[in-house]
Nanobody, 123 residues
Framework: QVQLVESGGGLVQAGGSLRLSCAAS????????MGWFRQAPGKERELIVA????????YYADSVNSRFTISRDNAKNTVYLQMNSLKPEDTAVYYC????????????????WGQGTQVTVSS
């Protein structure tokens, strides 16, 4: 059974930083591509960053590019999201996601989800 557990969310002032972690109970964590999604109130869930199973490929949405960094430690079965220069519009529930199947793009096919962690950025 796949279990993804996010941590590190909280309240931060605009311009501040947070680091989210996602611990995965996957026997072969290195076989999974990983992504971070977020969902703001009244909006659809959107993919913001993703990293390939080996860590060599990444995807960043325009809204977070140059501010957020995704990384993974396959030895610890953990993926991280470093968020810098946070803005009020980054306020959302952040979800970790995983996929096992191969796709040509990192944007699609995530079928394992964590429970989410709230990030609130005050102005």
């Amino acid at each position: 059974q796949v279990q993804l557990v996010e941590s590190g969310g909280g309240l931060v002032q605009a311009g501040g930083s947070l680091r989210l972690s996602c611990a995965a109970s996957l026997r072969t964590f290195s076989s999974y591509d990983m992504g971070w999604f977020r969902q703001a109130p009244g909006k659809e869930r959107e993919l913001i960053v993703a990293i390939s199973r080996g860590g060599s490929d990444t995807y960043y949405a325009d809204s977070v590019n140059s501010r957020f960094t995704i990384s993974r430690d396959n030895a610890k079965n953990t993926v991280y999201l470093q968020m810098n220069s946070l803005k009020p519009e980054d306020t959302a529930v952040y979800y970790c996601a995983a996929r096992l199947d191969y796709y040509t793009s990192l944007k699609y096919g995530y079928n394992y989800w964590g429970q989410g962690t709230q990030v609130t950025v005050s102005s």
